[in-house]
Antibody
Framework: EVQVVESGGGLVQPGGSLRVSCAASGFSVSTSQMNWVRQAPGKGLEWVSL???????YYADSVKGRFTISRHNSMNTLDLQMNNLRVEDTALYYC???????????WGQGTLVTVSS | IQMTQSPSSLSASIGDRVTITCRAS??????LNWYQQKPGQPPKLLIE???SLQSGVPSRFSGSGSGTDFSLTISSLQPEDLATYYC?????????FGPGTKVDIK
């Protein structure tokens, strides 16, 4: 069964750093296109970042230069390193697998990141 | 690529036909996907590539369109369809979602 489970969320002060992770099972992250999507409380979905099978990465303008997506093939995990966090980064962060060019077909339950002083 | 949806919310009766529209700021050819998000749950992929229904999704859901204009139709609204529906383009990065359409049961 294909499954992804996010972890690592928590409370962090503005300007701080946090790394959230996604553990995959039933498939390999090294041969999948993987995304991070976030949802602020009571708001809509915002795409954050993706990593292609060839390792190419893309970021939303709102996080470019502050967030880094990476994968760890031996552990079959996906990470999102978040630096210089802002209050507006507060959200539930979802990991999602994507068939290249198509929809995000496997989602986790998300991990909550709260940026507050 | 910017995505817009209309309406932003709607209220309909059980059995009604419901249509949600999505527009892209430039052509995304067929690479338009629809998601359903129920309260407290992660999004679920309903339709990809504009009209391809995901396995296990009820046949009352259908999608159509190409280029810049798309629609999601629920042919006969059911109580379990209470949710917010999002469109998303996967034609080019950065990927973008529409703002969502909240569907309530009257």
């Amino acid at each position: 069964e294909v499954q992804v489970v996010e972890s690592g969320g928590g409370l962090v002060q503005p300007g701080g750093s946090l790394r959230v992770s996604c553990a995959a099972s039933g498939f390999s992250v090294s041969t999948s296109q993987m995304n991070w999507v976030r949802q602020a409380p009571g708001k809509g979905l915002e795409w954050v970042s993706l990593i292609y099978i060839d390792g190419t990465t893309y970021y939303a303008d709102s996080v470019k230069g502050r967030f880094t997506i990476s994968r760890h093939n031996s552990m079959n995990t996906l990470d999102l390193q978040m630096n210089n966090l802002r209050v507006e980064d507060t959200a539930l962060y979802y990991c999602a697998r994507q068939r290249p060019g198509y929809g995000l077909n496997s989602w986790g339950q998300g991990t909550l990141v709260t940026v507050s002083s | 690529i910017q995505m817009t949806q209309s309406p932003s919310s709607l209220s309909a009766s059980i059995g009604d036909r419901v249509t949600i529209t999505c527009r892209a700021s430039q052509s995304v050819t067929k690479y338009l996907n629809w998601y359903q998000q129920k309260p407290g749950q992660p999004p679920k992929l309903l339709i990809e590539a504009a009209s391809s229904l995901q396995s296990g999704v009820p046949s009352r859901f259908s999608g159509s369109g190409s280029g810049t204009d798309f629609s999601l139709t629920i042919s006969s609204l059911q109580p379990e369809d209470l949710a917010t529906y999002y469109c998303q383009q996967s034609y080019s990065s950065p990927l973008t979602f529409g703002p969502g359409t909240k569907v309530d049961i009257k």
